[in-house]
């Protein structure tokens, strides 16, 4: 069963230097039926103005996630790491005991768009970490390529929890088809658009999968780019 998650329909801030777009309950933003997706808590898309971003703020036992769609995010934390986060680029924050970190738009002229995924992890009170890959646009090119799982294998980050996170680049009528591990999925489309089995999703929606054995998506546009997030 595919249930789509119309883009217009998430929560919506806007302070200016940040539009921000809520996929799951955040903030001031509260829908009961959109608390999350099994571990998956948070997606938001973030559009941060010129030299803007998020002052020294501190998470705990959170798995956080950023993926640049356009521009540059710079980030800084306090354990030593200091960064600037591209179109490719997954970024993987384990908060564990305590993590103080900030994000800012790297560039003095540019917008800086960017998706911030959060899970919550499978044990609390890890020591904090870091970690940064890059997967290029020739390497999604047709297919899913894993780019976050519990094991780090295929040279994905390492996260606490069991769930396995794919990305893909699609052009017009390129067809992808998936078996998933445990019939639950969370599909999100970034760019783009596509069609999953009978349904159309198109760029800002996102789409639970349940009861599935596997899934099919067909691209009905250039440069379509998905994050699949396929649940254990």
Partial sequence: MITVRPSQARGHANFGWLDSKHTFSFGS?????YLGFGNLRVINEDRVKAGKGFGPHSHRDMEILTYVLD???????SIGNGSI???????????????????????????????QIWI???????????DQKHFSKQQKQG???????????????????????????????????????????WLQMAKGS????????SEG?????NQESKIELTAIADDTEIILFDLR
């Avoid at 933003?29 to 039926?33: A, F, H, I, R």
């Avoid at 521009?71 to 934390?77: A, F, I, M, N, S």
């Avoid at 596509?194 to 999703?201: L, N, V």
């Fill in 120 to 130: 919550i992890p499978n044990q609390k009170g890890v020591t904090p970490s870091y």
């Fill in 205 to 209: 929606d996102g789409a639970t999968i």
């Fill in 29 to 33: 933003y509260y829908d009961p039926n």
């Fill in 143 to 185: 297919k899913l390529i894993l780019v976050a799982s519990s094991d780090g294998r295929d040279n994905s980050v390492k996260i606490h929890q069991d769930i396995d996170i794919f990305t893909s680049v699609l052009k017009k009528g390129d067809i992808i088809n998936h078996k998933l591990n445990n019939q639950s999925a």
């Fill in 85 to 115: 986060i591209r179109p490719g680029d997954v970024q993987r924050m384990s908060a564990g005991t305590g993590i103080t970190h900030s994000e800012f738009n790297a560039s003095k002229t540019k917008l800086v768009h960017f998706l």
């Fill in 71 to 77: 521009g540059e995010l710079e980030h800084k934390d």
């Fill in 194 to 201: 596509a069609k999953i089995h009978d349904a159309t999703i």
